[in-house]
């Protein structure tokens, strides 16, 4: 369960005084006991490294594990790297007002044919499923493009690995094929592993850590194993950062969740059949976009649980149709329903 409270006052561990919380929220979050305070500036200039550096201070004061820090304006390079970059038991995001409406809903639905997963993004960071090198999505810290995290040698990447028949194979049997393709690389790389944290559902986690010479920084990567695949996040971290990056992957192994994408994609093949002249093997790249489409319809239905059908604010991906989707909530069978008010589209997203 978690408390939000507003206008609080917390005994400073350190000052022995009272401080002034705007927003307090308390609870268990995916197993995570955690305390978050939320600081509001109404000033008319970008925040400065000195009052980041106040509200670190406090952050500290009153034992939170995260703070987040919102203006009116904007925040200096320097506010923003002694945000990023300070302690790393305390773990801090800043924002800015009038961007505050894109991160609603920091939420994604990764997919490979049928198999996905809901993954809420980690603390201060966003999912990105359009700018993408290597799996199906890239994470990193919000603010930035890929480019630049990756010049930080701070982002991930997701995968999937399809079961198909063999129920057997294990997240050991995939690190052991995944270690090999490393060691080919540098054959005096060490691994290092750690159990991941329970999850309430009993699926498998473990993380290995991967040191290789090539590589600018350590690797890291998180393995759950669900009934259909075994999906994985791909950490990069410079090893200064690597104890709240650690946080950030393990929160991620404790939320996800899978799900199954139930549509009818006839009409997406019968579009790459019309353009390339024949029907692909697998389903075309920018098939993967789609999970954007995805993602909203989950956002917009989860905001407001319509049991009936019920008009979106989202539009039709199917090329030419300017039609709304319409969604409800099927809270028996934990499905959603959704359909194009124009088109044949229409779908149930299941598993959830």
Request: proline share 3%; glycine share 6%.
């Amino acid at each position: 369960m978690t408390i939000i409270k507003f206008d609080q006052k917390i005994s400073g561990k350190y000052s022995k005084v009272d401080r002034q919380i705007d927003i307090l929220i308390e609870g268990n979050i995916a197993g995570f006991v955690l305390k978050i305070i939320v600081d509001c500036k109404y000033f008319s200039k970008n925040i400065d490294v000195k009052e980041v550096e106040s509200f670190c201070s406090m952050v500290e004061d009153v034992d939170a594990h995260q703070g987040v820090l919102i203006t009116k304006k904007g925040f200096s390079p320097a506010a923003i790297n002694r945000a990023y970059y300070g302690n790393q038991k305390v773990e801090l995001d800043i924002i800015n007002f009038d961007e505050i409406k894109q991160f609603q809903g920091l939420v994604a639905f990764p997919y490979v044919d049928n198999y996905t997963v809901v993954l809420p993004a980690p603390f201060g960071w966003v999912i990105d499923i359009k700018d993408k090198i290597n799996g199906i999505a890239s994470l990193y810290q919000r603010g930035l493009t890929l480019k630049q995290a990756q010049k930080k040698k701070e982002w991930m990447y997701l995968e999937f690995w399809k079961l198909d028949d063999d129920r057997d194979f294990t997240i050991d049997n995939l690190i052991e094929i995944q270690n090999k393709g490393i060691q080919e690389i540098d054959a005096s790389a060490i691994f290092e592993y750690k159990d991941g944290l329970s999850r309430i559902d009993n699926y498998q986690t473990k993380i290995r850590i991967a040191y290789v010479k090539s590589y600018p920084c350590i690797e890291v990567t998180g393995f759950i194993k669900f009934e259909n695949f075994i999906f994985f996040a791909v950490l990069f971290t410079p090893v200064e950062l690597l104890e709240r990056n650690l946080r950030k992957l393990n929160y991620m192994l404790s939320v996800c969740k899978p799900a199954t994408l139930t549509f009818d994609n006839s009409l997406l093949l019968q579009q790459s059949h019309n353009n390339t002249g024949s029907i692909p093997k697998k389903i075309p790249k920018q098939a993967r976009e789609i999970s954007a489409f995805f993602s909203l319809v989950m956002d917009e239905t989860f905001e407001k649980l319509p049991i009936e059908l019920t008009p979106t604010t989202i539009r039709c991906f199917r090329k030419g149709c300017f039609g709304i989707i319409s969604s409800s909530m099927d809270l028996d069978n934990n499905e959603i329903h959704w359909k194009c008010s124009e088109c044949v589209n229409s779908g149930t997203i299941t598993g959830l």
